[in-house]
């Protein structure tokens, strides 16, 4: 019988089995950034402990920094600090850190992909819910709180119990307008919020074939809204591909060792997994969430679900807490409810392929009066890819504001929120209530061309249509 | 440095309902602009326990029925969304010492363990028959009993489930296991020079 990436992954790291039965698993890149590591490094200097390996360890700043401004100080104190606070921590420690004078800063699960740190057969952890972004290499990803920031400092290794692994085939063509973030929408619709809870989610089938690796890393991203902690794709050409030339790919002879072992990471064919799911993907449409988790989704052309829809007596709960938040009615048509904001970035779709495939669209079009539309590039190496390509003035001449590099509106920690009960049209990844700066906002997740449309029209719409990307009607 | 074992939290609870109470609800990313846990005790459920001017609104964490609960109850899938540890700290830091819900999101779950405070599970119907004695009887002693994974209240007792490793993490005093994980530090080293990512460094 063979084995799965995540066993093997898993196997390759183990170190012992601890005291309570779990086992130490040796975290080979670690990635931090300014929210979640000063207290870990605080808990260091209380134990008198020093970080064990800072070369696996790298920092950037991603979560509070201003999109709009990029002089320090910033007007928002606590944000200076906390910027201030990573610095200390690097030099002092030895790590390595993309700061904001680097052209390298931006989002955390940007920046380790593009600078070919993250690579297959390795585990990664970050204090943050979507390093399962990672996982598009065939690495293992964990997410991970500040105690055990603490520990992969001190130690380079986590106390963790293996996960079950599910595989999800997507297989077919998917149809033009529908993207990777629609696939991982409808796959959290269909297992629900908690589905993935005790899996690591293996991706596979002909769609992942086909999906580019910043593809891949919209879908592996999202995992954790479904509740894996850990989603990869098996590593391929493709992967090895994105990998050649980049800053921490290895070079020559160690390439080609390397290409070597990567492979030997992937799933083996007679592996048997823990549950098993297909899906087709003719049967996934451009898909948007109309409540205030990720699961609450359906197709742009489907109607809101109405209390009665619930199966249990929660659900139904569930559906009418939704809706009194979000403001709409059970029954409704999704389509044509006005938006105010239109965000386009985060670690889900603030990549170069999403600002390429949307400018081509946007080209010529303008946003609706009506409408504040924001373009936070993922990284500061996206955001000069996209000025050389031309991408940055397409978005522009639209009526974008086009911004730094950060996380911004995705969990508003920075001056980027929604203002009392806006409605924001987001590429993001959440959805819940407030999380994007303010207490009655509400937000549709959606794909960043369905953005683009939402954008242009003032409403929720269908990118297909907006862009006429539906094939003609048969006879006409 | 030996850790206390948790066998037993006994103490007044409060019920706060609701399915996928995300991390966010726990605790809004904007109280996380602080560089130590410190404070966030205040801030638990800020958004949905106080009005835009600071008062309070309606919500069992501000029933006085409820203060000094130190067991929180509630739905499904407690804990979802960010990684964010502000969560339980939050929670923790609010007088909370151990939370009983139908299930629990993967990370909130493990730093619950991690900070020596049991996430438990019990039933849908189980959890509702204890939110009842509750309304009853606001004073009522909740205990959860980790070794014989029970739930004791009044003259009822009700069965919860916790992850073994977890479990034993807790009983056996384990539950923080940087001590462990630093005692490990040779075979650390062993594995490490076996990968060759792990000791690359940049151009």
């Not at chain 1, 297909?278 to 699961?295: F, K, L, Q, S, Y």
């Not at chain 1, 392929?353 to 303008?366: I, N, T």
């Not at chain 2, 203060?67 to 939050?90: D, K, M, V, W, Y």
């Given at each position: 019988?063979?084995?799965?990436?995540?066993?093997?992954v898993?196997?390759?790291?183990?170190v012992?089995?601890l005291?309570?039965?779990?086992?130490?698993?040796?975290?080979g890149?670690?990635?931090?950034?300014?929210?979640?590591?000063?207290?870990?490094?605080?808990?260091?200097?209380?134990?008198g402990?020093k970080?064990?390996?800072?070369?696996r360890?790298f920092?950037?700043?991603?979560?509070?920094?201003?999109?709009n401004?990029?002089?320090?100080?910033y007007?928002?104190?606590?944000?200076?600090?906390m910027?201030?606070?990573?610095r200390k921590?690097?030099?002092?420690?030895?790590?390595?850190?993309?700061?904001?004078?680097?052209?390298?800063?931006?989002?955390?699960?940007?920046?380790?992909?593009e600078?070919?740190?993250?690579?297959?057969g390795?585990?990664?952890?970050?204090?943050?819910?979507h390093?399962?972004?990672?996982?598009a290499?065939?690495?293992?990803?964990?997410?991970?709180?500040?105690?055990?920031?603490?520990?992969?400092?001190?130690?380079?290794?986590?106390?963790?119990?293996?996960?079950?692994?599910?595989?999800?085939?997507?297989?077919?063509?998917?149809?033009?307008?529908?993207?990777a973030?629609?696939?991982?929408?409808?796959?959290?619709?269909?297992l629900?919020?908690?589905?993935?809870?005790?899996?690591?989610?293996?991706?596979?089938?002909?769609?992942?074939?086909?999906?580019?690796?910043?593809?891949?890393?919209?879908?592996?991203?999202?995992?954790?809204?479904?509740?894996?902690r850990?989603?990869?794709?098996?590593?391929?050409?493709?992967?090895?591909?994105?990998?050649?030339?980049?800053p921490y790919?290895?070079?020559?002879?160690?390439?080609?060792?390397?290409?070597e072992?990567w492979?030997?990471?992937?799933?083996?064919?007679?592996?048997?997994y823990?549950?098993?799911?297909?899906?087709?993907a003719?049967?996934?449409a451009?898909?948007v969430?109309?409540?205030?988790?990720?699961g609450?989704?359906?197709?742009?052309?489907?109607n809101?679900p109405?209390?009665?829809?619930?199966?249990?007596?929660?659900?139904?709960?569930g559906?009418?807490?939704?809706l009194?938040?979000?403001?709409?009615?059970?029954?409704?048509?999704?389509?044509?409810?006005k938006?105010?904001?239109?965000?386009?970035?985060?670690?889900?779709?603030?990549r170069?392929?999403?600002?390429?495939?949307?400018?081509?669209?946007?080209?010529?079009?303008?946003?609706?009066?009506?409408?504040?539309a924001?373009?936070?590039p993922?990284?500061?190496v996206?955001?000069k890819?996209?000025?050389?390509l031309g991408?940055?003035q397409?978005?522009?001449?639209?009526g974008?504001?086009?911004?730094?590099?950060?996380?911004?509106?995705?969990?508003?920690?920075?001056?980027?929120?929604?203002?009392?009960?806006?409605?924001?049209?987001?590429?993001?990844?959440?959805?819940?209530k407030?999380r994007?700066?303010?207490?009655?906002?509400?937000?549709?997740?959606?794909?960043?061309?369905?953005?683009?449309?939402?954008?242009?029209?003032?409403?929720?719409?269908?990118?297909?249509?907006?862009?006429?990307l539906l094939?003609?009607?048969?006879?006409? | 440095?030996?850790?206390?074992?948790?066998?037993?939290?006994?103490?007044?609870?409060?019920y706060?309902?609701g399915?996928?109470?995300?991390?966010d609800?726990i605790?809004?990313?904007?109280?996380?602009?602080?560089?130590?846990?410190?404070?966030?005790?205040?801030y638990?459920?800020?958004?949905?326990r106080?009005?835009?001017?600071?008062t309070?609104?309606?919500h069992?964490?501000?029933?006085?029925?409820f203060?000094?609960?130190?067991?929180?109850?509630?739905?499904?899938?407690?804990?979802?969304?960010?990684?964010?540890?502000?969560?339980?700290?939050a929670?923790?830091?609010?007088?909370?010492r151990?939370?009983?819900?139908?299930?629990?999101?993967?990370?909130?779950?493990?730093?619950?363990?991690q900070?020596?405070?049991?996430c438990?599970?019990?039933?849908h119907?189980?959890?509702?028959?204890?939110?009842?004695?509750?309304?009853?009887d606001?004073?009522?002693?909740?205990?959860?009993?980790l070794?014989?994974?029970?739930?004791?209240?009044?003259?009822?007792?009700i069965?919860?489930?916790?992850?073994?490793t977890?479990?034993?993490?807790?009983v056996?005093?384990?539950?923080?296991?940087?001590?462990?994980?630093?005692?490990?530090?040779?075979?650390?080293?062993?594995?490490?020079?076996?990968?060759?990512?792990?000791?690359?460094?940049?151009?």
């Amino acid at each position: 019988m063979g084995k799965s990436l995540f066993q093997k992954v898993w196997d390759a790291h183990s170190v012992r089995r601890l005291s309570n039965g779990q086992t130490q698993l040796l975290i080979g890149t670690h990635l931090i950034h300014e929210v979640t590591s000063p207290q870990a490094f605080g808990m260091l200097r209380d134990r008198g402990l020093k970080v064990k390996y800072p070369h696996r360890t790298f920092a950037t700043v991603d979560h509070i920094v201003p999109t709009n401004e990029s002089l320090e100080p910033y007007s928002d104190k606590l944000a200076q600090a906390m910027i201030e606070e990573l610095r200390k921590n690097c030099a002092e420690h030895g790590i390595e850190f993309f700061d904001t004078n680097t052209g390298k800063q931006g989002i955390v699960h940007i920046v380790g992909p593009e600078q070919g740190i993250t690579q297959p057969g390795t585990t990664i952890a970050c204090g943050d819910s979507h390093t399962s972004t990672h996982g598009a290499f065939g690495a293992i990803a964990f997410g991970i709180g500040t105690s055990q920031v603490r520990d992969v400092l001190a130690t380079q290794t986590m106390a963790l119990s293996p996960l079950k692994v599910r595989r999800i085939n997507v297989d077919g063509k998917l149809a033009p307008g529908v993207y990777a973030k629609d696939v991982i929408l409808h796959i959290i619709r269909l297992l629900g919020t908690k589905g993935g809870t005790g899996y690591a989610y293996e991706y596979a089938g002909e769609v992942f074939d086909n999906f580019s690796m910043e593809e891949r890393m919209t879908v592996c991203n999202m995992s954790i809204e479904g509740g894996a902690r850990v989603g990869y794709v098996n590593p391929d050409e493709t992967t090895f591909e994105y990998l050649k030339g980049r800053p921490y790919s290895p070079k020559g002879a160690a390439w080609d060792a390397a290409v070597e072992r990567w492979k030997n990471f992937a799933s083996d064919p007679d592996c048997a997994y823990d549950d098993v799911v297909n899906i087709r993907a003719e049967d996934i449409a451009p898909t948007v969430t109309w409540g205030i988790n990720p699961g609450q989704g359906i197709f742009v052309d489907e109607n809101i679900p109405a209390p009665a829809d619930g199966k249990t007596q929660s659900e139904r709960e569930g559906i009418s807490e939704a809706l009194e938040h979000m403001k709409f009615q059970g029954g409704e048509p999704i389509k044509g409810k006005k938006i105010d904001v239109a965000f386009f970035g985060s670690c889900t779709n603030g990549r170069l392929s999403d600002l390429k495939e949307v400018a081509q669209y946007l080209k010529g079009r303008k946003v609706h009066p009506d409408v504040q539309a924001i373009c936070v590039p993922g990284s500061q190496v996206v955001a000069k890819m996209a000025e050389d390509l031309g991408l940055a003035q397409i978005f522009r001449d639209a009526g974008f504001e086009w911004r730094g590099a950060g996380c911004s509106m995705c969990l508003a920690m920075n001056p980027d929120k929604l203002v009392g009960d806006q409605l924001c049209a987001s590429s993001s990844n959440r959805n819940f209530k407030g999380r994007q700066g303010s207490v009655t906002g509400r937000t549709i997740l959606m794909s960043p061309l369905m953005v683009a449309a939402a954008a242009i029209t003032g409403e929720v719409s269908d990118a297909r249509e907006v862009f006429g990307l539906l094939p003609e009607p048969v006879g006409a | 440095m030996a850790l206390p074992k948790i066998n037993q939290i006994a103490g007044r609870a409060v019920y706060v309902p609701g399915d996928d109470i995300d991390t966010d609800r726990i605790i809004p990313a904007r109280f996380m602009k602080c560089v130590t846990f410190d404070g966030l005790g205040e801030y638990v459920f800020y958004d949905v326990r106080k009005n835009e001017d600071g008062t309070d609104r309606k919500h069992p964490l501000n029933d006085p029925k409820f203060s000094g609960a130190t067991i929180l109850i509630s739905g499904n899938n407690f804990g979802c969304g960010s990684s964010r540890e502000h969560a339980p700290q939050a929670i923790y830091r609010a007088g909370f010492r151990a939370v009983i819900a139908e299930s629990f999101a993967e990370i909130f779950f493990g730093n619950s363990t991690q900070l020596g405070m049991p996430c438990v599970s019990a039933t849908h119907d189980d959890i509702q028959a204890l939110v009842r004695a509750l309304q009853a009887d606001p004073d009522m002693t909740v205990m959860i009993d980790l070794e014989m994974q029970r739930i004791h209240f009044g003259d009822v007792s009700i069965s919860c489930e916790i992850r073994e490793t977890n479990r034993q993490a807790l009983v056996g005093g384990y539950w923080d296991p940087i001590q462990d994980l630093i005692n490990g530090e040779e075979q650390v080293e062993a594995v490490a020079n076996d990968l060759a990512y792990f000791r690359a460094t940049a151009d």
